[in-house]
Every structure is written in C-alpha cells, then in structure tokens.
C-alpha cells in the first residue's frame, strides 16, 4: 500500500524511495519469510498454484515465488515501485502479472490459491474498517479453502528503543534518515524518510533529474551535487486479537500467529507477526 489516506490527507510515498528501495532492504529477512511462506502452501498442496501478492512493491518476493514455480500476481498501488518490479521482471524472464491497483479495491479476473502480503504492508492501512475491506476482498478471490500469508507490526514494534532516535545508513553513495514518530493513543506512526543521492554533473537542473527532488544546499565548484527526497509514511499498529476479528467480520479463518523471530507463541513483547487465514465462503 504505497498512498496512504488518513484524517490529515493523502500522503504520496514510494515515489523518488522507489529507485532505491532495494539498497536499504539488505537486512531485512526475505529468506526467512520466503521459507515461512512456501512451506505453508506446499503444505496445503498448493506448489506451483496460482499467488497473489498483495503490496509487492518491487516485486522482491513476487520474483522469489515465481522462482520456485508458482505462477504469480502482483498488486501494488504505486506506479514507481511497479516500475522497479517489470525491470526485475524483464531480467529474470518470470510470466508475472503486475497490477498497479490499490489493495482496498483491487480486483482479479478470477479466483488464485493463495494470497500473500507482507513487509508490513497491512499496517499502511490505517482505518480498521478498510482493512476488513482488504480482508474481504481477500476472502472473495481466494479459491474455496484458500490460504491467506500474511504479517504485521504489533504496538511493541513501534515502541521499540531502536526507533526512538533517528537511523542513518549509506549505501552507493546514498544517504538515507529514517525518523519515526508514534501515536500510542491513536496507535498511528509517521516514518519520515530523506534521502541525499549523488546527481550526475551533467545534471544542471533539478528538471533534469528523476524524480520530487530538491536541492540540498550550496555546492562548491568540485563538491559533488546531492539532491534531497524527502518522504512521509504512516502506519497503524494492529493487536492480534484486532487482526482476528478483522478477519471474522470479513469472512475469513484465523488459522495460526507465530512471533515473526522466533516462531514461538505471539507475546506482548512480540514486534512482528506471520499470521494464516482461509477462505470461508464467499
């Protein structure tokens, strides 16, 4: 979920993010979350079936699953991460099909095995009446006992003591300040992201250059040129018990929860959660 609609507007996200999301996401832990996920649908018999991702964003894990042999969807709202996808898509050779849709209203022109979100991708849906919406969409193109894979950031994420200061990492030349603001009353969390990326010195302009850029400064004659992105992201954290009644009112199973790190049972200290459903009538 790229856009991001709350009572203060609509933020526009993944937009001048999009062409360097890839460099900044080396930590997280697509290995984990692509042997969760495939273990569960070979499990259900569903090995080679059809899979929708839902939030693909540059199709890291749409490319991983195609690998393996499903034949896969990918939905995401913005057009630049999409971007970034096709061309891993035109790499790799995958018959992927992107949509560039937004998950509170998407649509398919049938039915799929399994549907797939995750990377936090639900907690960019910040109403809870929108996403029982997602949630019966879901529950509408999944095949008969079909199986939803998703996860989701818990409270204890975003009161985590690792985002109370702000986190700067470099990688290619590439700048980034991660800064997080959270809500606890209304459980809400502004990611406010800037990037400085190198622009080439042939570049004069900020018109000559890809995308909602600014200029960073004064530059000395030899100083390298940087323009700033500046981003604003939000969030909502969501309780286990708020996912399952979510899923409930949408028609959906509640199947399993496991602690995204360990596995284990779901605690209050729990930041993330890997969480299974199935479809249930329509």
Not at 91 to 118: K, P, W
């Amino acid at each position: 979920m790229k856009n991001m609609t709350s009572g203060n507007g609509t933020y526009q996200a993944y937009t001048g993010f999009a062409e360097v999301y890839d460099r900044f996401m080396e930590n997280v832990p697509y290995d984990d979350w692509e042997a969760w996920i495939a273990s569960q649908l070979e499990a259900s018999g569903y090995a080679g079936q059809l899979v929708l991702e839902l939030g693909c964003g540059t199709g890291i894990m749409t490319e991983r699953l195609a690998a393996r042999g499903y034949d896969m969807i990918g939905v995401d709202l913005s057009e630049d991460m999409l971007a970034e996808a096709m061309e891993k898509r035109s790499l790799s050779g995958h018959n992927i099909l992107y949509l560039q849709q937004d998950m509170r209203e998407f649509e398919l022109y049938g039915t799929v095995a399994a549907v797939v979100c995750i990377c936090d991708s639900l907690n960019y849906i910040t109403a809870r009446r929108d996403l029982t919406q997602v949630f019966r969409l879901v529950n509408n193109y999944l095949d008969p006992g079909g199986l939803f894979l998703f996860d989701f950031n818990t409270p204890a994420a975003y009161l985590s003591p690792l985002r109370e200061h702000p986190i700067v990492e470099e990688a290619d030349g590439i700048t980034m300040i991660w800064e997080n603001e959270y809500r606890p009353q209304e459980a809400l969390n502004d990611h406010r992201v800037t990037f400085f990326l190198p622009v080439a010195a042939e570049a004069e302009t900020v018109d000559e250059c890809d995308g909602p850029y600014t200029p960073s400064g004064p530059q000395e004659d030899g100083d390298p040129l940087y323009m700033k992105v500046q981003e604003l992201h939000e969030q909502r954290a969501y309780t286990l018990e708020e996912i399952r009644d979510c899923l409930a009112e949408a028609g959906l199973t509640f199947c399993e929860a496991v602690d995204a790190d360990t596995k284990g049972e779901v605690t209050a200290q729990t930041q993330r959660v890997l969480c299974v459903a199935r479809e249930c009538g329509k």
